[in-house]
Nanobody, 120 residues
Framework: QVQLVESGGGLVQAGGSLRLSCAAS????????MGWYRQAPGKQRELVAS???????NYADSVKGRFTVSRDTAKNTVYLQMNSLKPEDTAVYYC??????????????WGQGTQVTVSS
């Protein structure tokens, strides 16, 4: 059974930092793109950052220069280092990954979400 397990969320003051982790496991042959999305109350889910298997990255304009996405292929893990956090970064953060399973099917999978709250 595929699992994307996130960790690292919490409460932080504005200007602080947090590091999110997301580990994928369960019948995985290979991993394609990985990324982080967030959803604030009353808003649509939006892309925060993504990273390809080759390491190319993409960021939302609102987090450029403050957030860094990275991945550890050996650990099937993607990270999101968040610095200079702002109250408007408050949201539930979701990990996403494109996974090639042992039955040779690709699928789009999501983590359960982790709350990030930035106080002013």
């Amino acid at each position: 059974q595929v699992q994307l397990v996130e960790s690292g969320g919490g409460l932080v003051q504005a200007g602080g930092s947090l590091r999110l982790s997301c580990a994928a496991s369960g019948g995985i042959l290979s991993i394609g793109d990985m990324g982080w999305y967030r959803q604030a109350p009353g808003k649509q889910r939006e892309l925060v950052a993504s990273i390809t298997k080759g390491g190319s990255t993409n960021y939302a304009d609102s987090v450029k220069g403050r957030f860094t996405v990275s991945r550890d292929t050996a650990k099937n893990t993607v990270y999101l280092q968040m610095n200079s956090l702002k109250p408007e970064d408050t949201a539930v953060y979701y990990c996403n990954a494109q996974l090639l399973m042992y039955d040779l099917t690709w699928g789009d999978y999501w983590g359960q979400g982790t709350q990030v709250t930035v106080s002013s």
